[in-house]
Structures are given as C-alpha cells and as structure tokens.
C-alpha cells in the first residue's frame, strides 16, 4: 500500500503565509514528479506547482513569485510554501506523487485526501 499524508492547512489572514508538507509512506522504490493541485469550490482541480526528482520546479501563472515547491527525496516528501497568500487561494490542497513501487513495475500516480487552506480576514 502506499499513501500520501498532507498536512499544514489552516485559516490564514490575507498577506499570510502557510507551509503544506506531504509525505509518501509504503513500498516505494522512487517517485519521480511530485505535485500540489487544488480545488475551490464549484471549480475543476488545477495544478498549483510541479517539482521533478532532480528538484526542477514549474508553477501556475497565479502563484509564480509567492509559491515555492520543494522535496526531500530522502523522505519522500514535498513541500509547498506560499507567501503573499490571497482569498482566491483558498481552496482544498491535494498532493500527488507519480510513483514506482518496485525496481522494474510502471509509474503510477497516487493522491492525498487534501488539506484545506483558507484565506480570510
């Protein structure tokens, strides 16, 4: 089995920032991209930022400049920090991790169950 744990949501004020962490836990020979999506309400799932093994980072129009993405490939987790943090970021906060299980078995993507981060004054 493997799972995928967020954690660091929370209620911020505009302005504020927050640190999402998401770690990757089972039998897991490596992970290649990890990612952080999210979904507002009444709105599709968007791709916040992507980060490759080797520590190559992309990100959404709408947060370059204030997100950062990060990993510790020693423990399989991610990281998401966000600064400058506005309502329109509130939204329910899903990691997703595209993983290989054993040396020789495909990838296959696997999702946390989100983590909701709130922007309000």
């Known amino acids: 089995q493997v799972q995928l744990v967020e954690s660091g949501g929370g209620l911020v004020q505009p302005g504020g920032s927050l640190r999402l962490s998401c770690a990757a836990s089972?039998?897991?020979?490596?992970?290649?991209?990890m990612a952080w999506y999210r979904q507002a309400p009444g709105k599709e799932r968007e791709l916040v930022a992507a980060?490759?093994?080797?520590?190559?980072?992309n990100y959404a129009d709408s947060v370059k400049g204030r997100f950062t993405i990060s990993r510790d490939n020693a423990k399989n987790t991610v990281y998401l920090q966000m600064n400058s943090l506005k309502p329109e970021d509130t939204a329910v906060y899903y990691c997703?991790?595209?993983?290989?299980?054993?040396?020789?078995?495909?990838?296959?993507?696997?999702w946390g169950q989100g983590t909701q981060v709130t922007v309000s004054s």
């Open positions: 980060i490759t093994s080797g520590g190559r980072g």
């Open positions: 089972g039998t897991i020979f490596s992970i290649a991209t």
């Open positions: 997703n991790g595209d993983l290989r299980r054993w040396p020789y078995s495909p990838t296959t993507w696997y």
